[in-house]
């Protein structure tokens, strides 16, 4: 497994942004959250889609936004499952986000999935103590996005 090291990295492309999901997702496992923070079109989803493709979950990858959560099964027995959810909706209407999602009746549970939170920053950190933040930056006037990441130290 690749180390758990903190980083930045200019994506000029989604290829790009998706290669750096997949070197993130990688490195996941069983019980991590993963809070991805940065304003609208920053590459969030795409970012979780190259995560899914390291994770070789089921399903396309796309924004949760209207169904606040998907889980997508791990295809090899014994892998996590990643849970996509997005709180977009829910940051003026709760400071429960773990009963939220407890109310979601997921197929899986947390600790055995990966959890992939698009606009979390703040709430998902509540979810374990072993979690990844990624803000995305878009730059004024191009398509290039920039990318930080920090692993917890617990």
Same mark, same amino acid.
């Given at each position: ?26 490195? $996941?496992?069983?019980? @991590?959250?993963?809070? !991805?923070?940065?304003? =609208?079109?920053?590459?969030?989803? %795409?970012?979780?889609? *190259? ?46 986000? $773990?009963?939220?999602? @407890?109310?979601?009746? !997921?197929?899986?549970? =947390?600790?055995?999935?990966?959890? %992939?939170?698009?606009? *979390? ?34």
């Amino acid at each position: 497994m690749s180390e758990r090291e903190d980083g930045t990295a200019v994506l000029a492309t989604e290829a790009d942004t998706i290669a750096l999901g997949v070197r993130l997702g990688a490195q $996941l496992r069983a019980g @991590d959250v993963v809070v !991805l923070a940065g304003p =609208l079109g920053a590459g969030k989803t %795409v970012l979780a889609r *190259g995560i899914a493709r390291a994770m070789d979950v089921d399903g396309p990858v796309t924004s949760p936004t209207y169904v606040l959560a998907r889980v997508h099964p791990a295809r090899r027995a014994g892998a996590p499952a990643l849970i996509h959810v997005d709180v977009y909706r829910l940051l003026d209407q709760t400071d429960d986000i $773990l009963g939220e999602l @407890d109310s979601l009746d !997921l197929d899986t549970e =947390l600790e055995d999935a990966v959890v %992939v939170v698009e606009w *979390g920053e703040g709430l998902a950190e509540r979810l374990s103590d072993n979690h990844l933040d990624v803000r995305l930056e878009r730059d004024a006037d191009t398509d290039t996005r920039t990318a930080t990441w920090q692993w917890s130290r617990s």
